[in-house]
């Protein structure tokens, strides 16, 4: 009996030693962002212990089935048993190590920990290798056969299931066969308490990276993938009666009076719409102050109406599609473009410009496959759509696509023969990793993200070359411009990913086509990026009503609020407050609101209810 109780005391160690490994490699390789939020190391190592409940249910799971063949070998042979046990542990280490060493890899660009939403990357991996740099890619793979090599080496050394054990008593075995159980069951949920363990247990700190330190990686995905995997047609966000929901939203959207300020000089003009990956507001000098990353959209700016206030309705570039062309916010635990079979369901701006007699074409310097992002266009019936493969290979490219200076040199010479009206789409991609474009290195100051900051620089010099040179062209004087970001990122100024600051994106309408008292003014109301789509629309005199989620910005009595999704939660914003919540661990992150504003928390949930279940309904 000896023998088999101290190899269970051993397995317990020895996963307990290859988490904590696992956590501080997660550590090691996020130092810049650790430090940028000046954390001390005593904080720091205060995620090893907040980390030990979770890693303890994650080893009881490990452990479940370890018992059972323990338990099988009291009876049948030993050997045959112990050679089971061995070749499941190197299985479930080697699940263990790919999902915490790709964490590593996948953090400093999502800031969140892996979940169910990656699965959708597997269908094409080469989205994330092509994301990494060579070397860091490289990296990541000597690190994840380093772990394996030395885990299995000290497994095969110190821990390896006893192929001669022995209880000589009948009273022994039943000890261990009733006992382990409970004991496994125990910490499986995290003790004797009314609620089982949840991701809460292990989350001690202000800072979201220490958390994300501390939550069990294998335990959270699983969990993740368990609980939002499928939905059976069920709405996880549900606090009201359904009729109620639906009606809070409508009233939401009400006007007094459905007018708009007319800004434009044009009834028909072109449309130009420039889709900048990744930017976030904070790299716009009128919004954070910073002059010397972007600085030609700054000179642009004096020919349209800027908005300082507007936010991201997800993080990914295939919920900010969405966004733009059918007014849909985007969706927690899921995404829209995921499911092809709810297209149809959505209104598209594509298809109602395309009806009213505008040519609609889009551009991308890379493959339109990530994200199922080529599925939708091609739903929403674009004339034309360009991307990698139909520029020449001898184009000078990165890992992910043509640089963008190429992007808009296709573009301005494909313009020249378009027809217009046109609607015309320009989606770029060099601030997106690995920021392989030419320019590199022309900041140089001691901050942060600093080859992100030098891949917006990149993009930003594109910009200003593009303009320079459509001014030139027959069309320009007739086309309205709209610049905006897909989504936002992290930059200098280190803003959470869960905070309104992080989702802050640019957008700037701008062109000849701008009435002049409306130039070089600026839009500092809240709003959303669903709400360009109708913004847009009425100002062509077009029918908005099949955009339900979209308000029209130049309507002096639209109301003021944006909401974002947060993976597993949602957040709401407006000119009282913010409410952000995490439906995973049943957490508030941040409530301005008191108990005579409450209504705007039920608006907020309202909201993400009749959201969720309008999505689910299609």
Same mark, same amino acid.
């Given at each position: 009996?000896?023998?088999? /109780?101290?190899?269970?005391?051993?397995?317990?160690?020895?996963?307990?030693?290859?988490?904590?490994?696992?956590?501080?490699?997660?550590?090691?390789?996020?130092?810049?962002?650790?430090?940028?939020?000046?954390?001390?190391?005593?904080?720091?190592?205060?995620?090893?212990?907040?980390?030990?409940?979770?890693?303890?249910?994650?080893?009881?799971?490990?452990?479940?089935?370890?018992?059972?063949?323990?338990?099988?070998?009291?009876?049948?042979?030993?050997?045959?048993?112990?050679?089971?046990?061995?070749?499941?542990?190197?299985?479930?280490?080697?699940?263990?190590?790919?999902?915490?060493?790709?964490?590593?890899?996948?953090?400093?660009?999502?800031?969140?920990?892996?979940?169910?939403?990656?699965?959708?990357?597997?269908?094409?991996?080469?989205?994330?290798?092509?994301?990494?740099?060579?070397?860091?890619?490289?990296?990541?793979?000597?690190?994840?056969?380093?772990?394996?090599?030395?885990?299995?080496?000290?497994?095969?050394?110190?821990?390896?299931?006893?192929?001669?054990?022995?209880?000589?008593?009948?009273?022994?075995?039943?000890?261990?066969?009733?006992?382990?159980?409970?004991?496994?069951?125990?910490?499986?949920?995290?003790?004797?308490?009314?609620?089982?363990?949840?991701?809460?247990?292990?989350?001690?700190?202000?800072?979201?990276?220490?958390?994300?330190?501390?939550?069990?990686?294998?335990?959270?995905?699983?969990?993740?993938?368990?609980?939002?995997?499928?939905?059976?047609?069920?709405?996880?966000?549900?606090?009201?009666?359904?009729?109620?929901?639906?009606?809070?939203?409508?009233?939401?959207?009400?006007?007094?009076?459905?007018?708009?300020?007319?800004?434009?000089?044009?009834?028909?003009?072109?449309?130009?719409?420039?889709?900048?990956?990744?930017?976030?507001?904070?790299?716009?000098?009128?919004?954070?102050?910073?002059?010397?990353?972007?600085?030609?959209?700054?000179?642009?700016?004096?020919?349209?109406?800027?908005?300082?206030?507007?936010?991201?309705?997800?993080?990914?570039?295939?919920?900010?599609?969405?966004?733009?062309?059918?007014?849909?916010?985007?969706?927690?635990?899921?995404?829209?473009?995921?499911?092809?079979?709810?297209?149809?369901? /959505?209104?598209?701006?594509?298809?109602?410009?395309?009806?009213?007699?505008?040519?609609?074409?889009?551009?991308?310097?890379?493959?339109?496959?990530?994200?199922?992002?080529?599925?939708?266009?091609?739903?929403?019936?674009?004339?034309?759509?360009?991307?990698?493969?139909?520029?020449?290979?001898?184009?000078?490219?990165?890992?992910?696509?043509?640089?963008?200076?190429?992007?808009?040199?296709?573009?301005?010479?494909?313009?020249?023969?378009?027809?217009?009206?046109?609607?015309?789409?320009?989606?770029?991609?060099?601030?997106?990793?690995?920021?392989?474009?030419?320019?590199?290195?022309?900041?140089?100051?001691?901050?942060?993200?600093?080859?992100?900051?030098?891949?917006?620089?990149?993009?930003?010099?594109?910009?200003?070359?593009?303009?320079?040179?459509?001014?030139?062209?027959?069309?320009?004087?007739?086309?309205?411009?709209?610049?905006?970001?897909?989504?936002?990122?992290?930059?200098?100024?280190?803003?959470?990913?869960?905070?309104?600051?992080?989702?802050?994106?640019?957008?700037?309408?701008?062109?000849?086509?701008?009435?002049?008292?409306?130039?070089?003014?600026?839009?500092?109301?809240?709003?959303?990026?669903?709400?360009?789509?109708?913004?847009?629309?009425?100002?062509?005199?077009?029918?908005?009503?099949?955009?339900?989620?979209?308000?029209?910005?130049?309507?002096?009595?639209?109301?003021?609020?944006?909401?974002?999704?947060?993976?597993?939660?949602?957040?709401?914003?407006?000119?009282?407050?913010?409410?952000?919540?995490?439906?995973?661990?049943?957490?508030?992150?941040?409530?301005?609101?008191?108990?005579?504003?409450?209504?705007?928390?039920?608006?907020?949930?309202?909201?993400?209810?009749?959201?969720?279940?309008?999505?689910?309904?299609?």
């Amino acid at each position: 009996m000896k023998r088999l /109780l101290l190899f269970f005391l051993k397995y317990v160690v020895y996963w307990l030693i290859i988490l904590n490994l696992l956590r501080l490699i997660f550590i090691l390789a996020n130092l810049s962002i650790i430090r940028s939020e000046n954390i001390a190391f005593w904080h720091i190592s205060k995620s090893f212990v907040a980390a030990f409940n979770l890693d303890m249910s994650m080893l009881a799971y490990i452990t479940t089935l370890v018992y059972a063949f323990a338990t099988i070998s009291l009876f049948i042979n030993k050997n045959f048993i112990a050679k089971i046990i061995n070749i499941y542990t190197y299985i479930v280490l080697s699940v263990v190590s790919l999902l915490s060493i790709g964490e590593v890899g996948i953090y400093p660009e999502w800031r969140t920990k892996i979940n169910s939403k990656a699965l959708v990357y597997l269908k094409n991996p080469s989205e994330v290798f092509e994301s990494i740099s060579f070397l860091n890619l490289l990296a990541l793979f000597f690190v994840l056969v380093s772990v394996m090599f030395i885990a299995i080496y000290v497994y095969k050394k110190f821990v390896e299931f006893p192929e001669g054990h022995n209880f000589s008593k009948w009273y022994s075995k039943l000890v261990f066969i009733l006992l382990t159980p409970l004991i496994l069951f125990y910490f499986v949920r995290g003790g004797t308490k009314e609620i089982p363990i949840s991701q809460s247990d292990a989350w001690y700190s202000d800072h979201m990276i220490m958390n994300d330190a501390a939550v069990n990686t294998t335990w959270n995905f699983v969990f993740n993938y368990i609980k939002y995997s499928s939905f059976s047609g069920e709405n996880p966000f549900i606090y009201f009666d359904a009729e109620f929901a639906q009606q809070r939203v409508e009233e939401m959207h009400q006007v007094e009076t459905d007018t708009t300020i007319n800004i434009l000089n044009s009834a028909k003009p072109n449309i130009v719409y420039i889709i900048l990956e990744s930017w976030p507001a904070t790299v716009i000098e009128s919004i954070s102050g910073d002059d010397f990353i972007t600085p030609n959209f700054h000179k642009l700016e004096k020919e349209g109406v800027l908005f300082t206030n507007l936010y991201a309705s997800g993080n990914r570039s295939q919920q900010g599609m969405v966004a733009f062309f059918a007014g849909f916010p985007s969706l927690p635990i899921t995404t829209f473009t995921n499911y092809p079979e709810k297209y149809s369901s /959505l209104p598209s701006m594509v298809k109602d410009l395309n009806e009213n007699g505008w040519n609609s074409s889009f551009y991308f310097g890379g493959q339109l496959r990530y994200g199922n992002i080529k599925s939708y266009l091609m739903y929403n019936q674009f004339d034309k759509i360009i991307e990698l493969e139909n520029f020449d290979k001898s184009i000078p490219r990165g890992r992910l696509g043509v640089h963008d200076e190429y992007l808009f040199q296709r573009s301005l010479n494909d313009l020249k023969n378009e027809k217009e009206p046109f609607f015309h789409v320009v989606f770029t991609q060099s601030s997106h990793s690995p920021y392989d474009q030419p320019l590199q290195n022309v900041i140089k100051k001691d901050i942060s993200e600093l080859p992100f900051i030098n891949s917006v620089y990149y993009t930003d010099k594109c910009l200003g070359d593009f303009f320079e040179n459509a001014k030139k062209q027959h069309w320009y004087k007739n086309t309205l411009f709209v610049i905006v970001a897909d989504h936002s990122h992290v930059s200098h100024k280190n803003y959470g990913v869960n905070t309104f600051e992080y989702r802050q994106i640019p957008m700037l309408i701008m062109g000849d086509v701008i009435k002049e008292e409306f130039k070089g003014t600026q839009y500092d109301k809240i709003a959303s990026q669903t709400d360009i789509t109708t913004t847009i629309l009425k100002q062509l005199g077009l029918d908005t009503s099949k955009y339900r989620w979209s308000k029209n910005l130049f309507n002096p009595y639209t109301p003021e609020f944006a909401y974002f999704e947060m993976n597993e939660g949602f957040a709401w914003l407006n000119p009282q407050g913010q409410f952000l919540y995490h439906l995973g661990l049943d957490r508030v992150f941040r409530n301005d609101f008191d108990d005579s504003q409450k209504h705007y928390v039920d608006d907020a949930k309202a909201y993400v209810q009749e959201l969720f279940q309008e999505f689910l309904d299609y």
